[in-house]
């Protein structure tokens, strides 16, 4: 089976696929990036599988950091080290329910820099796994491949995009952390608690089942609606790292969302900055 044909027969499933769906892409050739951290891909993952922890790939090396490195040749290298290739579809899987939607992040990172086929496993390893699909274990890594960045810069929201957004309102910021924080928690180190003024507060696990796969169609359509987060308006998705702010960029795709774009730095950027305002709801 070629991979254009393949592609045709997933025609409906934009961006999440299941399990199966995946496996027949793979089967056709695809490459697939593995999410989860490093170990956890040592001790099982899809065969052929490359291993990319999005927290190698954040610019220098603070423990409160989500931007993206700004370095295209460690980006290049990381991508093409677990076999991504800029003419043959990739599959990201992760943690799925037991993470924090980091496959989503990835899923970001590699349309951000132009990868034209990318997909996510519906539910991650948990539901290949359940689906009795197969998994290796150890270090071997795929063939290499061949990658060349070249960043979309609308897929990406920085602070001084963010502050236009809350001073104009020409896109709808989605805080996409959970309700406690949005009203001033700061479990993940933020320096400061509250959320940007304007912004939708909507937790990005609202998107999915107890499993962790993705919502109906219909479901997601009218959550988002209740929350204030349009289909058919410029959406900025943040959270604490960029990282559930990826999964709910790849929820919006699948939408078929026509201008969606993640805040990577988020909310460690914004509230370290105390000339940058927070709302804090007691």
Request: one cysteine or more; a neutral charge; proline letters at 7%.
């Amino acid at each position: 089976m070629t991979i254009a044909l393949t592609l045709l027969t997933l025609a409906h499933a934009q961006v999440f696929l299941s399990p199966e769906e995946a496996a027949r892409l793979i089967d056709a050739g695809a490459a697939v990036v593995d999410a989860r951290p490093t170990r956890r891909w040592w001790a099982g993952h899809i065969p052929g599988s490359g291993p990319v922890d999005w927290w190698s790939l954040r610019e220098g090396r603070r423990l409160r950091e989500g931007r993206l490195t700004s370095d295209p040749a460690r980006l290049k290298a990381s991508l093409e080290a677990a076999g991504v290739r800029g003419d043959t579809p990739v599959v990201v899987t992760g943690r799925g329910v037991d993470g924090w939607g980091e496959e989503g992040r990835l899923f970001w990172t590699l349309e951000y820099l132009g990868h034209p086929q990318v997909y996510l496993i519906d539910g991650g390893m948990p539901a290949w796994e359940a689906a009795g699909l197969p998994t290796v274990r150890g270090r071997r890594r795929p063939e290499p491949g061949e990658f060349q960045p070249s960043p979309a810069a609308a897929l990406r929201a920085d602070t001084a995009r963010v502050q236009r957004a809350a001073a104009t309102g020409d896109a709808v910021i989605w805080d996409t952390r959970s309700r406690r924080e949005f009203l001033g928690a700061t479990p993940a180190g933020e320096r400061r608690g509250g959320h940007i003024p304007g912004a939708r507060g909507l937790y990005y696990r609202a998107l999915t089942d107890d499993a962790g796969r993705l919502l109906p169609r219909e479901v997601l359509e009218r959550t988002l609606s209740e929350a204030g987060v349009p289909l058919d308006q410029p959406v900025i998705t943040l959270c604490t790292g960029g990282v559930r702010a990826g999964f709910a960029y790849a929820a919006l795709r699948e939408l078929g969302h026509p201008a969606a774009s993640v805040y990577d730095a988020s909310m460690w950027a914004w509230s370290a900055d105390r000339d940058l305002p927070l709302t804090v709801t007691p």
